[in-house]
């Protein structure tokens, strides 16, 4: 298809799709594992064990038998599980995305992967590209580092791109295997927190102007000021080793609805104007200080908190899932997506379903 007859309507989710690794483990069992995998007259285990059951989550998914966790792991085998399974996943969830639409791969004109849980050059776009061989001319663009925030900011991204060019269809795909970042021998906080509540996922959604589905509006970021040690990866010997602050809830409260409402201001829009607010589950300590900002809990935060529930943080891709399941049962309306990353940044994006 040229440019030349292309409809040069707003770009709109066409399609949308998610994916998850074999390995299903429940909450309690990570719990158990958790007892093996950290030394407690090393750590801090027994005092933050209630986090496992207060955290909100039943199960998740690992791309890596329960097993793999007890034993310690470097940076090559690490890599290499990183390419292998992503890759995979992506591969899954393009083709999910592109057959709900009924389009070919040889349709897609752009390709966004978003990912911070692995590291890898050639990057995923292009090993994928290779996997399901796709157009020679495909534009890619690989976007590394943006954590949690990245299926917002990811988003928005690849709405620019099909903005840009009218009629264009662009894959967004997110992938995150948090999984594969946990470091036996690691017995700091962080790293107790993270087991109890990272999983793995990954999720499409193909932009173009065609059918009717959400239209995709303005989005935006805040990166707070001396703000780089909330949230982030410390590099160690043997992998990524998890950094993040423990006042992010009070963070939330204090500072993230002030910024929503700034973004909001600048469109000539206001909180009450919203249809929902799609946000990104990071934990029941994060939901719970959103839905103060929000005067109590709405539909689309109960969704938020079903996904953390089944899933657990996905990282980036989490965001995706909570649209997937509100899109079928949201009432029309302007929503805005959000999410946290490391930055310390606010992503946002608007979107409206008729």
């Not at 074999?22 to 958790?34: G, K």
């Not at 990811?154 to 948090?178: F, I, K, Y």
Request: charged residues 25%; hydrophobic residues 45%; proline residues 4%.
């Amino acid at each position: 298809m040229t440019n030349d007859t292309r409809s040069t309507v707003s770009p709109r989710v066409r399609s949308l799709a998610t994916s998850v690794p074999a390995y299903r483990i429940s909450q309690e069992d990570v719990a158990r594992l958790s007892e093996c995998a950290f030394d407690r007259s090393k750590s801090d285990l027994d005092r933050l064990m209630p986090v496992f059951a207060n955290a909100g989550i039943s199960t998740r998914y690992f791309c890596m038998p329960t097993d793999w966790y007890l034993e310690q792991h470097g940076w090559v085998e690490r890599s290499k599980l990183y390419v292998e399974h992503s890759v995979d996943l992506l591969a899954e969830v393009a083709l999910k995305c592109l057959a709900k639409a009924d389009c070919r791969v040889e349709d897609v004109d752009a390709v966004v992967t978003v990912s911070t849980t692995g590291v890898t050059t050639p990057s995923l776009d292009a090993l994928l590209m290779e996997r399901l061989a796709m157009r020679r001319n495909t534009r890619r663009l690989p976007l590394f580092g943006l954590g949690c925030a990245g299926g917002v900011i990811g988003l928005s991204r690849a709405a620019d791109m099909a903005a840009a060019r009218p009629g264009e269809r662009v894959l967004l795909l997110v992938v995150e295997l948090c999984s594969l970042t946990f470091r036996h021998g690691d017995n700091s906080n962080s790293n107790i927190v993270a087991a109890a509540l990272f999983g793995d996922g990954a999720a499409g959604i193909l932009i173009d102007a065609v059918g009717d589905g959400p239209l995709l509006g303005d989005g935006g970021e805040h990166t707070w000021s001396d703000s780089l040690d909330v949230m982030g990866w410390h590099i160690k010997e043997d992998g990524l080793g998890v950094l993040f602050s423990r006042d992010i809830p009070n963070l939330v409260r204090r500072e993230f609805w002030p910024v929503v409402d700034a973004f909001l201001a600048d469109r000539q829009l206001r909180r009450q104007d919203l249809a929902g607010v799609i946000c990104h589950p990071g934990g029941a300590k994060v939901m719970d200080a959103l839905e103060e900002g929000l005067a109590g809990a709405s539909e689309a935060m109960r969704i938020a908190r079903e996904v953390l529930r089944d899933f657990g943080n996905m990282s980036a891709a989490t965001v995706l899932f909570v649209l997937e399941r509100m899109l079928p049962c949201g009432k029309p309306g302007r929503y805005l997506m959000s999410a946290l990353g490391p930055g310390f940044t606010a992503g946002f994006q608007l979107l409206h379903v008729r």
